[in-house]
């Protein structure tokens, strides 16, 4: 259909707005390279603890912008499939929270199965015939609404590209809470034309099928009808598969996991309270970025190494030794990727309990004027 055609041409290049993201890196790195060169230690008088009910920026606000701005991140960026036959509402609001809670944990995840449908989507879309004022009058959402949503979500962005500029500190949960939004960014871009919240389903009819009546005479020419009559799905299913699984979803999966800890890596030369916590920082923000591709080479090793079959006349690689190294490796990376992520999410609020002094300072009052969410 033209119009679905038209509307896939039209979404906004998720690569895009990752380098839009990344634009305010300059200013965040320069100024990590200024407080780390300023003073190589900051003393305990010039740090600062839980601040609250402060008139300006203070811990509360803190904690409030970024949470909600991970909330709001994850219900807007969320796009169910269609309900099947036997849903409910309830459990429509079920599968929400649901995959709400996955994205909060690893919004990496959401990326890439916005990543798989989208390709899936321009593959199959070609050969259904539905219209485009009936996808659109499916969806509780449009266009307007979405940029809106991203509009708000990127609020938090611009404060840190802003604080950036002025010189003054950014946390670390700022920093993680941008790694967030980036994500749901991506998301949003892949899933941009795709109908939110669509509760029933429109039958597409292929006009080139027939109707087909059983007799009892149809038994032998089962198999030579039946391929007649599902040529086009068999079309279809062969454009699907044309990649393997790896690189359509696993792959993009390590990747996106890595894109999420490079952005930790902005706090790299943040004042932290104590060395020892700048340098657990810095062994998790590694372990998290080159963990998700020695997982996807142990992968890719396994898929080469199998057990000789009796009889057969080529095998694949059956060495002992090299399957056990493949094994250790896939672990080990395994393991060490969740223990380095879970120690971010700890350090992302333990830091809090002594930041520097300017972190809640603010030199830009005018920004309250601008409308936002």
Known sequence: MGFMRSAFKMVPDPTCIVFLLASFLPEVVAQNHTNITGSAAISDAERVGFEWGSAKRDTSSLHQTCILTMLSCTYHVIHLNIFGPQDTINTGYKRKLKWMLVTLCAPEIICSIALRQWQESRQTVKDMAARDRQIRDRSKTNAVAKVIALVQTGWLICQCVIRAANGLPISQLEIATVAFAACTFVASGFWFHKPLSVASWTPVHYEGALPYSWTPRSKGSLAREAAQRVKMTTRMVKRGCQKSMFFNLVFPFFCFSSIFSVIHLLAWNF???????????????????????????????????????????????????????????????????????????????????????????????????????
């Open 271 to 373: 004042n932290f309270a104590t060395p020892r916590e700048q340098l657990m920082w810095r062994i998790c923000c590694l372990t998290t970025t080159l963990a998700p591709f020695m997982i996807a080479g142990s992968l890719q090793l396994a898929s080469i190494w199998d057990p000789a079959a009796p009889g057969a006349s080529t095998q694949k690689v059956a060495a002992p030794e090299f399957a056990a190294l493949v094994i250790l490796c896939y672990f080990t990376s395994l393991l060490a990727y969740f223990m380095a992520r879970l120690d971010l999410m700890f350090q992302i609020f333990y830091c809090l309990r002594s930041m520097p002094v300017g972190i809640y300072s603010s030199s830009m009052s005018w920004i309250n004027y601008i409308p936002h969410a």
